[in-house]
């Protein structure tokens, strides 16, 4: 099995990150009424007690920049021919 070039990297990173503005838009037009329960509940009852009804917006925009940043870093690296990224 041959290793994944950086831009073959930056692909997937780019396609999750679609994935998590599209639950942020999602989120943003019928925010969640009933409290978290189960094995994260933790988590989004944090960011409910930080950002109140925009938690899962705020949440879900947060992670798909950072897929947009970790995808640019690839297509950079790409660009540049390092083979390390």
Known sequence: MTPMSP????NPWLG????FFLLA???YASPS????TGRWAW????FS???GAWSEVVLFSV???IGVMVAVS???????????A
């Open 74 to 84: 690839n297509f950079r690296a790409a660009e540049k021919g390092k083979t390390n």
């Open 25 to 27: 838009a999602v989120s």
């Open 63 to 65: 992670l798909g920049c």
């Open 33 to 36: 009424a009933s409290q978290a």
């Open 49 to 51: 007690s930080l950002f």
């Open 16 to 19: 999750l990150s679609s994935v």
């Open 43 to 46: 988590l989004h009852n944090a």
């Open 7 to 10: 831009k073959e990297k930056g």
